[in-house]
């Protein structure tokens, strides 16, 4: 989990990360650890300007549950322009397609493995002599940026939602 200090519109703590707050193996059903995790989260998170609880989910790979989504608006970034390449392993997936261009994906987390609605996207040009780790590093300071940017606008500005396409204002 990651908090973003200094950002406009953030009157919260100022963490940059926090340790993991719940592990799934410590729950016999899937339900119980999002209702902790929801639970933990509600606790530690006070609300920001715009009146929601912000959670970035940046390299979290736990698909989230329902009272975690319907209490928290949760970013996620994914090494790979969604809607293509979603799920673990976006980057190698890209190369052995053979794409020419891969990038990375600010995205609003639903239900779904990357599938939520996309806020914005950085293209990544991929090189002949790229390796998986060479790239994905590139990928890498693409997605910092862009994380720090997009969720400077969405805070600072504020967004609409509309079947899918998100608008920053």
Not at 30 to 42: F, G, M, N, Q
Not at 128 to 155: F, N, Q
């Amino acid at each position: 989990m990651l908090i973003a200090p200094g950002l406009p519109g953030w009157n919260g703590p100022n963490l940059l990360a926090s340790p993991p707050l719940c592990a799934v193996k410590d729950y016999p059903q899937r339900s119980e650890w999002d209702t902790a995790l929801a639970d933990h989260l509600i606790s530690a998170l006070p609300e920001a300007n715009d009146g929601r609880r912000w959670v970035v989910s940046a390299g979290f790979m736990k698909i989230l549950g329902t009272k975690v989504l319907n209490e928290f608006t949760v970013l996620n970034t994914h090494p790979a322009l969604l809607p293509s390449f979603p799920g673990a392993h976006g980057v190698r997936d890209a190369m052995a397609y053979g794409a020419k261009v891969t990038g990375a994906t600010l995205h609003f987390v639903d239900e779904g493995v990357d599938t939520g609605p996309i806020v914005s996207q950085r293209v990544v040009a991929i090189n002949g002599d790229d390796t998986e780790d060479s790239l994905h590093e590139r990928i890498k300071v693409a997605e910092r940026d862009m994380l720090v940017r997009g969720l400077t606008s969405l805070l600072s500005t504020g967004f609409t939602l509309s079947d899918r396409k998100v608008t920053l204002l």
